[in-house]
């Protein structure tokens, strides 16, 4: 509106139709008369009925089968479910009266086949596409008025209320709302879909009096005798570009997911976000065989030397929309291209796989090193342990470094390695740029800004020349070999976030574009809470995701931040990429060449002699206080070591040992020292060690009745924590880490004095483990700490990966 005038907005689609049009005077009015069905959602008609056309369903999908616009699968859909649809052109009037199963019918073709759908609007009266995500919304001055009022809808074909297959009315209305109320935070996005397997199994529901199991998309389940069980649910996901917000707008039931369907679904979710308000920058899909169709589809092209990053929408529009693959699928398929490959070569210099599967299976070595001039005994060599860090990501700062210090000290499995070194670095460098996750982050891991740009933009142009000159052993260039889906990625990520940096419309956040909006991570977080409400391990039935569905939608909040269920409240997406990274690891590759090889922990605590038990004052009153401290160390390093198997995060783990700032860091490889058959703890673990020892002493006098309950040890737990309190802030090296995720109290530093302090008091308050505990033999030097605690003198040239920044 612009003063008294009005003017159609760019992709209108009329809502209101007039009556169908019955004087000849008036149809010779019309000119030209446009392409479009009889009485349909035009005030225009065709001239007849072609005379070939067929004469019922059956005939008609043959035909259309025939003449190869409708794939065989398609058409035995169809025909199953609606043979016996009426085929008469006056069954085919205005779309207000069209039958549930007219509605179906329009909807499955548009979604499977918009080529045949085009075509049978020549001879019905089929609704325009974007008629099947048409809505009706109320103007933001009646929601002033009447604020606890919701916005009606005229329900789409496509939509439904109560978490049903299709778009969900609810969430869209919600998401109205907040456009309406001016939240600028609300007016950008990018859809992500991802899918989910399903166990095909038919179920009656008693409720709706029908059979469910059958192939749902939106417009009405499929249950003829002939028709497909389910065997995928896709799911589609808005995602907040500058701020952390998420919305899951629905699923449908499928029993082949195409790369076509996903492309028609991508379509009607932008045409939905478009008409309420919101403006979609970007969509993205797994790096997988479907998600490199859905690409095509859209016309996107993946050619390294002419790449199309975007598409239009509507076709034919000025609108264009960037596409990403998930950077963590696209990693995995380089990974596998390496060790199918074993080596790559590029003008001078080559990459061998094998130097990260020795990095990987280096097993703990003894090293001696002359002490340092400080030390006491300055003429003897002391001995230090090197490990490998197996959280550790493969493609990171942390494996290159590692190799380079291996290299220098003078391993031969190592010698050579500097093309792996160069190629790890860049790959560490892309990963850093797509993995972003806030805007407090360091070196490249910061949101895409005016003052990175150049930067960014010069990483691109180096990745772009180094993967189109990559070659195999025999010569054959890796970006068109069988091999390359993981590389192309890579570049069109990068072509699509250039792009999108320069070429983002008038009032888009551009200089604010969280990298982590386009991977999968939000919505993988969302599923694993869908799978978790499922409550089943394996693949669940349709109704079984339906109902999990239904109740995660009805918890869900599209707060920026907000957790989809309370089950998963505690999970960050940085804990779900590394969660999803996990394959990418050290210990991964490791596991592959080594399956055989597990927890390295003896089956017997050593660490009991001079632990001070609680349950009897004579022996505490006999104990010697220099072999209670030695085994709180021994206990704090046991701990330590537990917890390293299950901990996913580099930054975290090497936080647990024993530091030497005075060393070179070397990242993934750590430099620990052992208490004989014990590492030696970091002093943020061994401090958490003695107070929960301390708290547990003076709270091991209370009755029996009451201990080892689950009451008593949240009590414990408690004394601890308000102990910690008083205390120097414990694990400075995590300081940098801890902006790599969200800014929250459940963060990896609480969570690693939670879990320290649970393992510890777990242990001690053991009795049946606490009888078989032993002490080592042999003599071990002890030196003050900075305060009242005793703790193992570390070795002073000695240097672990704890200062390294985490996955």
């Keep these: 509106r612009f003063g008294l005038r009005r003017k159609l907005r760019r992709g209108a689609v009329p809502s209101r139709f007039l009556p169908p049009v019955r004087s000849r005077s008036r149809v010779r009015a019309l000119k030209q008369p446009l392409r479009g069905p009889?009485?349909?959602d035009h005030n225009y008609s065709l001239r007849g009925r072609p005379a070939d056309t067929p004469r019922t369903v059956a005939s008609l999908l043959r035909m259309l089968a025939k003449k190869r616009q409708l794939p065989e699968e398609i058409v035995s859909l169809l025909r199953?479910?609606?043979?016996?649809?009426?085929?008469?052109?006056?069954?085919?009037?205005?779309?207000?009266?069209?039958?549930?199963?007219m509605r179906q019918f329009a909807c499955i073709l548009h979604l499977y086949h918009i080529k045949a759908y085009d075509y049978l609007r020549k001879i019905f009266p089929l609704p325009h596409p974007c008629s099947l995500t048409k809505q009706v919304f109320i103007h933001s001055f009646i929601l002033n008025v009447f604020p606890e009022s919701h916005p009606p809808f005229f329900s789409s074909w496509l939509?439904?209320?109560?978490?049903?297959?299709?778009?969900?009315?609810?969430?869209?209305?919600?998401?109205?709302?907040k456009v309406e109320r001016g939240d600028q935070a609300y007016c950008y996005c990018a859809v992500m879909v991802q899918d989910m397997s399903l166990q095909k199994q038919q179920e009656w529901d008693p409720q709706t009096r029908r059979l469910t199991g059958f192939v749902d998309l939106g417009a009405g389940i499929l249950d003829a005798d002939e028709a497909p069980l389910a065997s995928e649910a896709i799911i589609l996901m808005a995602v907040g570009i500058s701020s952390p917000w998420t919305a899951p707008l629905g699923y449908f039931f499928v029993n082949s997911m195409t790369g076509?369907?996903?492309?028609?679904?991508?379509?009607?979710?932008?045409?939905?976000?478009?008409?309420?308000?919101?403006?979609?920058l970007a969509v993205t899909s797994g790096a997988s065989a479907r998600g490199a169709e859905t690409a095509r589809a859209l016309g996107i092209r993946m050619d390294p030397e002419r790449i199309r990053c975007t598409f239009r929408h509507p076709p034919g529009s000025a609108h264009?929309?960037?596409?990403?693959?998930?950077v963590c699928h696209a990693l995995q398929l380089i990974r596998n291209a390496l060790q199918c490959f074993q080596k790559v070569e590029w003008l001078s210099d080559t990459m061998w796989w094998q130097h990260v599967v020795e990095l990987a299976a280096l097993r703990e070595q003894r090293v001696l090193e002359p002490r340092s001039p400080g030390s006491d005994r300055s003429g003897s060599k002391e001995s230090y342990h090197l490990k490998v860090n197996l959280a550790t990501l493969l493609f990171s700062e942390g494996v290159a470094d590692a190799l380079e210090h291996l290299q220098k000290l003078g391993l031969a499995s190592f010698q050579n390695c500097s093309g792996t070194v160069r190629f790890v670095r860049l790959m560490s460098s892309l990963c850093d740029v797509f993995c972003g996750r806030g805007p407090y982050g360091k070196g490249l891991k910061v949101p895409l800004l005016a003052g990175n740009y150049t930067k960014i933009s010069n990483l691109f142009n180096e990745a772009k020349s180094f993967f189109v000159t990559l070659t195999d052993s025999v010569g054959r260039y890796i970006t068109k070999s069988k091999r390359k889906l993981g590389f192309l990625s890579l570049l069109l990520n990068a072509e699509s976030l250039k792009w999108l940096y320069s070429?983002?419309?008038?009032?888009?956040?551009?200089?604010?574009?969280?990298?982590?909006?386009?991977?999968?991570?939000?919505?993988?977080?969302?599923?694993?809470?869908?799978?978790?409400?499922c409550g089943t391990s394996g693949s669940?039935?349709?109704?079984?995701?339906?109902?999990?569905?239904?109740?995660?939608?009805?918890?869900?909040?599209?707060?920026?931040?907000?957790?989809?269920?309370?089950?998963?409240?505690?999970?960050?997406?940085?804990?779900?990429?590394?969660?999803?990274?996990?394959?990418?690891?050290?210990?991964?590759?490791?596991?592959?060449?080594?399956?055989?090889?597990?927890r390295a922990l003896?089956?017997?605590?050593?660490?009991?002699?001079?632990?001070?038990?609680?349950?009897?004052?004579l022996s505490n009153a006999l104990t010697d206080l220099s072999l209670h401290a030695r085994s709180i160390t021994c206990a704090a390093g046991f701990v330590a070591e537990h917890l390293a198997w299950d901990l996913q995060c580099e930054a975290c783990l090497a936080s647990l040992f024993d530091s030497d700032e005075s060393r070179l860091r070397c990242r993934s490889v750590l430099y620990i020292k052992k208490l004989g058959r014990v590492s030696l703890p970091s002093a943020s673990v061994h401090c958490i060690a003695s107070i929960s020892e301390r708290v547990l002493k003076w709270y091991g006098n209370v009755g029996d009745g009451s201990k080892l309950t689950k009451l008593w040890h949240l009590s414990l737990e408690q004394e601890v924590f308000q102990e910690l309190l008083g205390e120097r802030p414990l694990f400075p090296t995590l300081t940098n880490h801890l902006f790599d995720g969200e800014l929250s109290i459940n963060n990896h530093y609480t969570v690693l004095v939670k879990e320290i302090t649970r393992c510890y008091l777990n242990i001690r308050t053991n009795p049946a483990q606490h009888l078989n505990l032993k002490y080592p033999c042999g003599r071990h030097r002890l030196k003050r700490l900075k305060g009242r605690h005793f703790f193992p003198s570390p070795l002073g040239s000695c240097q672990s990966s704890c200062t390294q920044v985490g996955s």
């Design 159 to 177: 939509s439904n209320n109560e978490a049903a297959a299709g778009f969900s009315n609810d969430v869209f209305l919600r998401l109205q709302e």
């Design 260 to 280: 076509r369907l996903l492309a028609q679904l991508f379509h009607q979710t932008i045409s939905k976000l478009n008409n309420i308000g919101i403006t979609v």
């Design 540 to 598: 669940p039935t349709s109704t079984v995701f339906q109902a999990a569905y239904h109740k995660l939608l009805a918890s869900c909040s599209l707060s920026p931040g907000s957790p989809h269920s309370s089950g998963l409240g505690n999970v960050s997406s940085l804990d779900i990429s590394l969660s999803r990274s996990r394959e990418l690891t050290l210990g991964s590759i490791r596991a592959q060449y080594n399956p055989a090889r597990g």
């Design 320 to 326: 264009s929309i960037t596409y990403f693959f998930d």
């Design 80 to 101: 199953a479910q609606f043979s016996d649809l009426p085929f008469e052109l006056h069954s085919w009037r205005q779309m207000a009266e069209y039958s549930p199963e």
């Design 602 to 617: 003896a089956t017997e605590y050593p660490f009991c002699a001079g632990l001070l038990l609680h349950s009897s004052a």
């Design 38 to 40: 009889p009485g349909g």
């Design 503 to 533: 070429n983002c419309p008038e009032g888009t956040p551009s200089h604010y574009l969280q990298t982590c909006a386009f991977s999968l991570d939000p919505l993988e977080l969302f599923l694993r809470a869908l799978q978790q409400a």
